[in-house]
């Protein structure tokens, strides 16, 4: 696991061009023993072969293969720039994070920082970094940028008779995680819940929340409370608001009368109706064969290769957590941690999505840029 130290970070940075970001980053990773002399024209020749920009003002820079002998040690170095660095291809990268990894290490410093740096609002966050503590604790994944939601907050079935049941379970549930008190599940159990349709309710709680968590209930047998159905009841505890897009996710899925896909479903699968629009249309699964994965360059081309087509394409690692991801987006591609061998699937929805399933699969049969294995 990559953990940042103030020496590995630099405010307030300027770059004429982006060669110059790199080889500045290039700079800090000698200064600071983790390469040798001469890593910075892997760092160039990799930026040559393909740019590493991955979105949401952020570039990765780091070597090539064949100068992994020249890294003595695995680790970063972020510089921050204000003013922004020209990337290239109407680009512009506010954080720059110099890379230098032996073999594989570098997907799991990639996942986790594309984990971390993917999550919605995270763009602003870092352009507001005033101080080595604020960004360390965003690229350290300390700084809370989603919602706790997990199976584990999801009961299923609970033998209870009204609502009030509901509700003292669902806060029940965060409580046991420590991230609300008692007096948490007394204002939302006084708080009552709120009607959303469809026999949806929501409860929710602001007080004494130390972090921002969802969770969901569900009754053995519907009952009816004041003429409205009870088949389901939400709970939200908030100290932020990075709940905020799983709620527009669950508008989405009221709007569209789908409420009862929440009702049907197992624990996993509630969560990613929560966290994710899901498509229905056509599946297929490739395994990736690249010799380290779905590393910068290969997952360029991937998305490259989606984007060609107007369908919505979702994407998700079979060997990862399950949770599918735009396959249009290379920082959340990469952030599935894809190694040799593991299991992509894919899902489709649009008039061309078969032809997206099609490309997508000629690609990375025949290696993603890199060759067949």
């Not at 080889?23 to 590493?52: D, F, H, K």
């Not at 929440?262 to 498509?279: I, Q």
């Amino acid at each position: 696991m990559l953990s940042l130290r103030h020496q590995d970070i630099q405010l307030q940075q300027a770059a004429a061009n982006k060669q110059a970001a790199i080889r500045a980053l290039a700079a800090g990773l000698e200064q600071q023993g983790l390469v040798e002399q001469g890593y910075v024209n892997g760092m160039l020749a990799r930026e040559a072969q393909n740019s590493t920009f991955l979105g949401n003002g952020i570039a990765i820079p780091h070597g090539t293969t064949e100068t992994r002998g020249l890294v003595k040690q695995t680790g970063v170095i972020v510089h921050h720039f204000p003013q922004g660095v020209d990337w290239g291809d109407g680009k512009t990268a506010y954080l720059a994070i110099g890379i230098a990894a032996k073999s594989d290490e570098h997907l799991g410093i990639l996942k986790q920082l594309t984990k971390v740096l993917s999550a919605d609002g995270v763009e602003q966050k870092l352009q507001q970094c005033d101080s080595a503590d604020a960004l360390i604790a965003i690229l350290n994944g300390e700084a809370q940028l989603e919602p706790e939601l997990e199976p584990g907050l999801i009961q299923l079935a609970f033998p209870a008779t009204d609502l009030i049941q509901l509700i003292a379970v669902a806060a029940g549930m965060l409580k046991n995680r420590q991230w609300v008190t008692n007096e948490s599940v007394a204002d939302a159990i006084a708080s009552g819940a709120s009607y959303l349709g469809q026999g949806l309710w929501l409860a929710k709680t602001g007080k004494s929340v130390t972090r921002t968590a969802l969770s969901f209930v569900t009754p053995a047998q519907a009952f009816d409370v004041d003429g409205q159905p009870v088949r389901g009841v939400l709970m939200v505890a908030a100290c932020n608001s990075v709940h905020l897009p799983h709620l527009n996710v669950l508008a989405k899925l009221l709007y569209n009368q789908q409420a009862d896909k929440l009702f049907s479903a197992d624990a996993e699968k509630v969560v990613s109706l929560l966290s994710e629009e899901l498509l229905e249309g056509n599946s297929q699964v490739f395994k990736i064969r690249n010799a380290h994965g779905l590393h910068a360059r290969p997952g360029a081309m991937l998305v490259s290769v989606a984007k060609k087509f107007s369908a919505n394409i979702l994407v998700k690692n079979l060997h990862g957590d399950g949770k599918a991801v735009n396959a249009k987006s290379l920082m959340k591609v990469i952030a599935l941690g894809v190694k040799q061998g593991h299991e992509l699937e894919f899902t489709v929805q649009g008039d061309d999505g078969d032809q997206a399933l099609a490309a997508i699969g000629l690609a990375i049969a025949d290696g993603l840029g890199e060759g067949r294995a």
